[in-house]
């Protein structure tokens, strides 16, 4: 059981350069979520998602697209990426409403 | 501004002191909150929660407490220890959907040998 898997855990993107990140659950979790975490800022939420084939935008979503085709896998998309997107971004899942997030250990994304 | 904020942006602490680690939220029709713990390089991680029908809740060398009246969390670690240091947020169910979490922006706690 891994638990919350996220895949770069590092990647240095050009600006206007594309990627997705992965992040794949082992837990049957019927909720996901990606949040970007940048210095004095906290965890902001990006977009998520309550089940297969559906998304739903968070508080900071512009830039970005998300994908849910998988129930376990949840992918963030930059498709023109800005240095405004250097950031942490951390993926979560869990199993319903009220219950405890579990987090991936992070990916480290630098825009130049 | 944030709906969930911290009172104490840092804390440095003795090792075997207490501590607490206190926050404060705006939203009054929050029903469940969370504490976690996030160590330089990593993910958070989960500690403790708390539902609304709850004032108290203990854990393995923690305590959460909230008081809905003043709309305050807190969460008291004791005989904190040098793996303690980390920064510490609180998240509150935020929206009128649940499924969201809204995260205050932490504080940091060092603790001294």
């Known amino acids: 059981n891994a638990g919350v898997t996220q895949t770069p855990k590092f990647r240095v993107l050009k600006t206007g350069q594309s990627m997705t990140l992965l992040c794949a659950q082992d837990m049957n979790h019927e909720y996901m979520y990606w949040y970007r975490q940048d210095p004095g800022m906290g965890l902001r939420l990006i977009h998520y998602s309550v089940g297969e084939g559906t998304t739903a935008k968070g508080e900071v979503p512009d830039g970005y697209n998300v994908s849910r085709l998988k129930k376990q896998n949840f992918l963030l998309g930059l498709e023109s990426a800005a240095p405004s997107q250097t950031s942490v971004y951390f993926c979560a899942s869990k199993a319903g409403i009220n219950e405890k997030l579990f987090f991936g250990s992070g990916t480290q994304l630098s825009v130049l | 501004g944030e709906s969930v904020g911290l009172h104490l942006p840092t804390l440095s602490v003795q090792e075997g002191d207490n501590s607490i680690i206190n926050c404060a939220y705006s939203n009054s029709a929050s029903d469940y909150f969370i504490w976690y713990k996030q160590e330089s390089g990593k993910g958070p991680q989960f500690i403790i929660d708390?539902?609304?029908?709850?004032d108290k809740r203990q854990g393995q060398r923690v305590t959460v407490l909230l008081n809905k009246t003043v709309k305050h969390l807190s969460l008291q670690i004791a005989a904190t220890q040098p793996g303690d240091s980390a920064v510490y947020f609180c998240?509150?169910?935020?929206?009128?959907?649940?499924?969201?979490?809204?995260f205050g922006k932490g504080t940091l706690l060092t603790v001294n040998p």
């Open positions: 998240a509150e169910n935020s929206g009128g959907s649940n499924y969201k979490l809204t």
């Open positions: 708390i539902r609304s029908n709850m």
